[in-house]
């Protein structure tokens, strides 16, 4: 079955950085776009970036465009985020989430807490 | 604030139907039969229940159901159940530089 598992998170200053990892498996990780969703502490979702299947094309919030990089390894299944210049409304629970046959997340992990506190 | 404009709450007893809208633009929702549902139980990751404006995936049950008009989406559930109880939130594909919006969420209540 699809599992997407994420890890990396924790408590980070300002100014910090922190790299997410996602690790894919249960399907052909290298035929599928992924996206990294991100949910502040009590409040709504918020995607943050994208990569299409061969890692050529990513895409980014205006919100985190130009501080965070995504990333994928297909030889290691798995997907990153890293996030450089973090400020206290990075603050969320960071999901990835894989790019169904059309325009939807179909599977999401169950994410990673990055705190961004002094 | 949010791309798309869903009401923050709603509410229904059980065996009624509810509808919740989720409010675009024409360049987002208007634009594109991309328009999906997530369904989101507290402390879990949210789970699609409608891709592609009225599509359900395999399991989800039959009493969702999802449409369009303009720049609005909407997503009725019917014979309201107390499982139903969660938040709910949109998302659309986008022509702007972003790949994806979603709304703000919604809170439903089963009374």
């Known amino acids: 079955q699809v599992q997407l598992v994420e890890s990396g998170g924790g408590l980070v200053q300002p100014g910090g950085s922190l790299r997410l990892s996602c690790a894919a498996s249960?399907?052909?990780?290298?035929?599928?776009?992924m996206n990294w969703i991100r949910q502040a502490p009590g409040k709504g979702l918020e995607w943050i970036s994208y990569i299409s299947s061969d890692g050529r094309t990513t895409l980014y919030a205006d919100s985190v465009k130009g501080r965070f990089t995504i990333s994928r390894d297909s030889a290691k299944n798995s997907l990153y985020l890293q996030m450089d210049s973090l400020r206290a409304e990075d603050t969320a629970l960071y999901y990835c989430a894989r790019r169904g046959g059309s325009q939807y997340n179909d599977f999401w992990g169950q994410g990673s807490l990055v705190t961004v506190s002094s | 604030q949010s791309a798309l404009t869903q009401p923050a709450s709603v509410s229904g007893s059980p065996g009624q139907s509810i509808t919740i809208s989720c409010t675009g633009t024409s360049s987002d929702v208007g634009a594109y039969n991309y328009v999906s549902w997530y369904q989101q139980h507290p402390g879990k990751a949210p789970k699609v229940i409608i891709y592609d404006v009225s599509i359900r995936p395999s399991g989800v049950s039959n009493r969702f159901s999802g449409s369009k008009s303009g720049n609005t989406a909407s997503l009725t559930i019917s014979g309201l159940q107390a499982e139903d109880e969660a938040d709910y939130y949109c998302?659309?594909?986008?022509?702007?530089?972003?790949?994806?919006?979603f709304g703000g969420g919604t809170k439903l209540t089963v009374l």
């Open positions: 998302s659309s594909y986008t022509s702007t530089s972003t790949l994806e919006v």
């Open positions: 249960g399907f052909t990780f290298s035929n599928y776009y």
